[in-house]
């Protein structure tokens, strides 16, 4: 094992910076990863890379940045009880304490704990750097029918998005509405196909996007967004809404949107972080039987029913990826997220490149 390895930093003015830095050695209840996966994330974005505007569970504290990390165990500490040498896993991307009530939940990303909680690439070192530290107990097993890019994908964003779309449920009776075609956002329609939704309306501002839903088949009608998108939502479904909405842009606009073109009794949940959104109760949700969810990332064992699923629905979240990079243009990398003009953009090592 070498000593030194390199790793990405983000220091906040749009630019990123490669360093080297010392491979960590595991200690009890911990292992090394030979990183093979690490997904770029919108917030990673929004809260590091332009400035580093997040407070709290989103402050970065200057540590190798990626929260989305997958990869091979090549070093094992003592203590280990489930994992060893040569196990292909995922890293849920906050290690809690361990004992607070969200994390005996699964829910480590909510964790009370303001001396325990990290997460990973924001205030503990992550995925952006040949190897990476990580506790045993953080770690899903990546079953061999998925790839290391896949394993990535669940890391955050389809995490995420599958606890938003239990929260709401989703099956064959639901017309889907999506706002914002980013990473969630692409998601969350081959989430919602694979869950049986039959017809997925997507919004976006962004062509690119726009065309990457309809290419992928994961919407099957895509409007631009603007100031129709209620009455357009509405003609396409009979008149009625959507059953069931999804807003994954943050945008005021648009969240406005996905809560008055969901019809009565209809559930919208709230993914993209950030911003804010004006409506007005009484006959936006009151009057109307709506109900609004939020929803934060997932739980441990929720990721793990989520990749059995994957493998038997033969659905692989890597099919979102549209531009891979070694960790030498990690630069182009950020900057091509930040343009927005992708779908998902990973940094790869070894076979995965
Ligand atoms: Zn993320
Ligand atoms: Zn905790």
Redesign the pocket.
């Known amino acids: 094992m070498k000593s030194a390895m390199k790793g990405a930093f983000l220091p906040g003015n749009s630019t990123t910076v490669l360093q080297e830095v010392p491979v960590p050695s595991p200690g009890h209840g911990e292992v090394l990863l030979r990183m093979k996966a690490s997904t770029i994330c919108g917030s990673d974005i929004r809260c590091i890379y332009h400035e580093h505007l997040g407070k709290g569970p989103e402050g970065y504290q200057g540590v190798v940045a990626g929260h989305e990390p997958s990869g091979q165990i090549v070093q094992a500490g003592p203590g280990c009880r489930r994992f060893g040498v040569g196990d292909r896993v995922i890293v849920y991307h906050i290690s809690?304490?361990?004992?607070?009530n969200?994390?005996r939940r699964g829910y480590?990303i909510s964790?009370?704990?303001a001396q325990?909680?990290r997460a990973y690439g924001w205030q503990r070192d992550g995925g952006m750097a040949e190897y990476l530290l990580a506790e045993e107990k953080d770690l899903i097993h990546l079953p061999a029918e998925l790839t290391y890019a896949d394993g990535a994908q669940v890391a955050c964003g389809f995490g995420t998005v599958y606890e938003g779309l239990e929260k709401i449920g989703i099956s064959g009776n639901h017309a889907v509405l999506i706002t914002g075609l980013g990473p969630v956002g692409l998601a969350t329609g081959a989430l919602c196909r694979k869950l049986g939704a039959q017809k997925i309306i997507g919004i976006d501002v962004v062509k690119e996007r726009m065309q990457l839903a309809l290419d992928l088949k994961l919407c099957d009608e895509v409007l631009e967004s603007g100031p129709d998108n209620v009455a357009e939502v509405r003609r396409l479904t009979g008149g009625m809404g959507v059953e069931r909405a999804v807003d994954c842009s943050a945008n005021d606009q648009a969240r406005a949107t996905a809560i008055r073109a969901t019809r009565r009794w209809g559930r919208i949940v709230f993914l993209g972080e950030g911003g804010r959104v004006e409506f007005n109760p009484s006959p936006d949700i009151i009057h109307d039987q709506k109900t609004i969810y939020g929803s934060w990332v997932t739980s441990t064992w929720l990721m793990e029913e989520l990749v059995e699923r994957l493998v038997r629905w033969n659905l692989h979240p890597a099919d979102l990826v549209t531009h891979r990079f070694s960790l030498d243009n990690v630069d182009q990398a950020y900057t091509l997220m930040a343009s927005g003009k992708c779908g998902k953009v990973a940094v790869c090592f070894d076979e995965e490149l």
């Not at 809690?96 to 607070?100: D, E, I, P, Y």
């Open positions: 809690g304490c361990g004992l607070c969200d994390c480590m964790c009370t704990s325990y909680r």
